[in-house]
């Protein structure tokens, strides 16, 4: 770990648990000082608790629950923010997650979620801290996308169309803000070794399997991977880079 992100402010997205919450974990060890939102606010405030005593200030992170696909709360989220802190330099758009099955078995419903989940709450976010970042002169957008938008992995079609609009979104936010100090990039990790991936594998082996034969390492991401990208690109180190969709992906997609 390093003191890379003194002084910097950070809103973590879905950061109650899985990848979000090692995000979390991993920018307040940088020296962030954070943000977290989460749909579940006891699972948000027990994260923001468990980190209080590694915080920068000791305190724990300031929590913002609710449905960051709804504009209201995502603008809460960048507000609460400017509040604790008075300022906003790092957005990570973690929150999301696949609702994962063969198109044709989708309800209307679940297409909806998964594009909710997965591209509105990161539009909204966004939008609302933007404007912020270029008032301060700079900033830094990762969204944590997904490699499967590259190999068409099976039953990620929905998904995909959320995550592909996610990368799509950072290449013009890129190109938009290029000039006011902000850069916007996207890590897509394959499957990643999460609570959920275990869950999966013990329930369906040979489903696990199939995600995994795609990867050349023949492993998941560990989150900590995830996480390394993620702080990298919201350093001041990573000044240069915009308008990436940067794979954490043991090899699954060669570029
Ligand atoms: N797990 C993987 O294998 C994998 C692979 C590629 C990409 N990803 C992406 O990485 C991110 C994190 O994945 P994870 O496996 O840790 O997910 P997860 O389901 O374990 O956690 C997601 C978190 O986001 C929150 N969230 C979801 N929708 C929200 C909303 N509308 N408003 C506010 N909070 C919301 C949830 O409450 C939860 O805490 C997701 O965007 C996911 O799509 C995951």
Redesign the pocket.
């Known amino acids: 770990m390093s003191s890379a992100l003194t002084g910097k402010v950070a809103l973590v997205?879905?950061a109650?648990?899985?990848?979000?919450l090692v995000i979390a974990e991993r920018l307040m060890a940088d020296g962030a000082r954070l943000v977290i939102?989460?749909?579940?606010e006891a699972?948000a405030k027990a994260a923001a608790e468990e980190m209080s005593a590694r915080s920068v200030d000791g305190k724990p992170p300031v929590v913002v629950p609710?449905?960051?696909?709804d504009e209201t709360v995502a603008k809460a989220a960048i507000d609460a923010a400017i509040d604790a802190y008075g300022r906003l330099d790092i957005l990570v758009n973690?929150?999301?997650?696949?609702i994962i099955k063969p198109f044709a078995e989708h309800t209307p419903d679940t297409l909806r979620e998964t594009i909710?989940?997965?591209l509105w709450?990161a539009i909204w976010c966004s939008y609302h801290a933007l404007p912020v970042m270029r008032a301060q002169g700079g900033g830094r957008i990762v969204n944590?996308g997904?490699?499967s938008v590259r190999n068409g992995l099976w039953d990620h079609a929905a998904y995909n169309a959320a995550?592909g609009g996610m990368h799509g979104m950072s290449t013009g936010l890129a190109r938009e803000y290029a000039r006011d100090g902000i850069t916007v990039n996207t890590v897509a990790?394959?499957?990643?070794n999460?609570?959920?991936?275990v869950e999966i594998t013990e329930r369906d082996p040979k489903l696990a399997e199939k995600f995994l034969s795609v990867i050349p390492m023949g492993r998941?991401a560990e989150m900590s991977e995830v996480a390394s990208m993620v702080s990298y690109l919201s350093s001041d180190e990573a000044s240069f880079i915009t308008g990436q969709v940067i794979s954490v992906n043991g090899g699954s997609t060669m570029l």
């Open positions: 997205t879905g109650g648990r899985g990848i979000g939102a989460n749909f579940d699972e609710g449905n960051l696909a973690n929150a999301g997650g696949g909710d989940r997965n709450t944590i997904a490699d995550k990790p394959c499957a990643t999460t609570p959920q991936m998941p």
